[in-house]
């Protein structure tokens, strides 16, 4: 008795762990890539490069995420006291797959179009651009734990509205969201990750990789590529997709290239 008791004190809330696992997440994904980056083999772009071309220290990325992931929690937090209900989850019907598969498609929908719309704007509006987004394009050599290094008003529309609207578009529940959000956090991580890793399973599953963002950070691509995080349909149909290749380099890692016509532009 006293041992079930114990279990039921340290049980961990659904929203709380909606909350805080894709922050966990973030770091230790993160933290996996930092200690991969020294293989020059795979890299998109030197050291030197990461070192010398940013123009954003390391600690000041780092205090810019946390502020970001700190709004985050806080947004987190209210939306799941508004919209969740006094019933034990526990008690809940199990959802099937299928519906599960329904709102984890439509939640990476709702996203992406919300992203590369207000993403876009970012571009399109200068004031906006050199005032806020800007921000975020210091790092013109991205790495992993770089990804939510925004400034706090982009990141709060940009990616706490938008994955607000995933989760209350798609429906999921509390318990859907930490898979999901987990799942989109480890994807925004792999795309500014600046390595092309051999077997890397979002390389196989998405256009929208660390090569297609590179692209987009590069001053010659910084009107195209806006989609983000998982699909590159919004690029396509609006024609703001720029096709590159992948070759590698001379002296070890790879570039990703734009096609000659969008280059010569």
């Known amino acids: 008795m006293l041992g079930m008791e114990m279990i039921n004190a340290v049980k961990v809330s659904d929203e709380l762990l909606g909350t805080f696992a894709p922050i966990i997440v973030y770091w230790l994904y993160s933290g996996i890539y930092v200690l991969l980056g020294s293989l020059d083999d ?49 008690d809940a019907q199990p959802t099937s797959l299928i519906v599960l598969a329904r709102q984890f498609l439509v939640g990476m929908m709702v996203l992406d179009t919300w992203q590369y719309f207000m993403h876009r704007y970012m571009h399109q509006n200068k004031f906006l651009y050199k005032h806020i987004h800007s921000q975020h394009h210091r790092l013109v050599v991205p790495y992993a734990y770089g990804a939510l290094y925004n400034h706090p008003i982009e990141g709060l529309l940009l990616d706490t509205v938008g994955g607000a609207l995933s989760f209350l578009v798609s429906g999921m529940s509390p318990r859907a969201s ?86 010569e532009e």
């Open 178 to 263: 930490i898979f999901f959000f987990s799942f989109a956090t480890l994807k925004t991580v792999d795309d500014h990750c600046g390595l092309w890793l051999p077997g890397n399973l979002f390389h196989l599953l998405f256009r929208n990789n660390s090569a297609y963002h590179d692209i987009h950070h590069q001053l010659y691509g910084n009107k195209y590529n806006f989609s983000q995080p998982f699909f590159v349909m919004w690029d396509r149909i609006l024609g703001t997709y720029m096709p590159y290749s992948l070759e590698k380099n001379v002296n070890g890692g790879f570039e990703a290239r734009p096609s000659k016509e969008y280059k």
């Open 42 to 90: 795979y890299r998109l772009h030197t050291r030197k490069d990461e070192d010398e071309k940013n123009l954003v220290s390391k600690t000041d990325v780092v205090k810019g995420v946390l502020l970001q992931q700190a709004v985050q929690a806080v947004v987190a937090s209210l939306l799941f006291a508004i919209t969740g209900s006094d019933s034990d989850p526990a």
